[in-house]
């Protein structure tokens, strides 16, 4: 398995601002992931947070609401940009290990848009 | 496009009672299944894994799960159930092709009373 840290693990935002999210593995892991899960709600895949290029977003999320950097193998960030109330959710990283087919998840960060 | 379906948002069951809690899939070719479960305020936790093999998978805390090919189906048991399972499950599906990322059904909160 993988540990994972999210920063932070929640925020209390103002209508209009970003907030950037950090999620921290402890080992090189090739494949990274962002995932919503807005309240009460299953969990709804971002993007692909790919080493070295740009993310790879799912249908209705888009680069410039939701840019992400995944600077080496153990480091990526979702930022959530201009945000509304619409945004608040929980905010998960998740990722994949060599060899393996399951996927490990992060604490989660809770954002509450205000 | 794959999707996985749980058909009950609430299962009640008896403390020392067995348990299931549903899930059908659909997915072109062979099928990835997971069972995940959250528990309140904390990220996902994996249970436990259908990749090929044995229909009946074991996994974390006596859980286990039946793969049915025909029902398209991998529905959670556990034989006992316990006061600490009471938390949100999730189940799983991706396809054994391409992108890593997971679809999740809408979750079964589990409530176990003593």
């Known amino acids: 398995s993988a540990v994972i840290s999210q920063k932070p693990s929640r925020d209390i935002c103002q209508r209009g601002t970003s907030l950037t999210i950090q999620c921290q593995v402890d080992?090189?892991?090739?494949?990274m992931f962002w995932y919503r899960q807005q309240p009460g709600q299953s969990l709804t895949l971002i993007a692909t947070a790919n080493q070295g290029s740009e993310a790879t977003y799912e249908s209705g999320f888009v680069i410039d609401k939701f840019p992400i950097s995944r600077p080496n193998l153990t480091f990526s960030t979702l930022t959530v940009s201009n945000m509304s109330p619409e945004d608040s959710s929980i905010y998960l990283c998740?990722?994949?290990?060599?060899?393996?087919?399951?996927?490990?998840f992060g604490p989660g960060t809770r954002l509450t848009v205000t | 496009a794959q999707s996985v379906a749980q058909p009950e948002d609430q299962v009640n069951v008896a403390e020392g009672n067995p348990l299931t809690v549903k899930c059908t899939y659909s997915v072109s070719g062979n099928p990835y299944l997971f069972w995940y479960v959250q528990y309140p305020n904390r990220g996902l936790q994996f249970l436990l894994k259908?990749?090929?093999?044995?229909?009946l998978v074991k996994g974390s805390y006596g859980f286990e799960a039946e793969f049915n090919k025909s029902q398209t189906s991998f529905h959670l048991k556990k034989p006992s159930a316990l006061v600490s399972d009471s938390a949100l499950y999730f189940c799983a599906v991706r396809d054994e092709t391409g992108r890593r990322a997971l679809t999740f059904g809408s979750g079964t909160r589990l409530q176990v009373q003593p």
């Open positions: 259908y990749i090929t093999g044995d229909n």
């Open positions: 998740s990722v994949g290990l060599a060899g393996g087919s399951e996927q490990y």
């Open positions: 080992s090189q892991v090739t494949m």
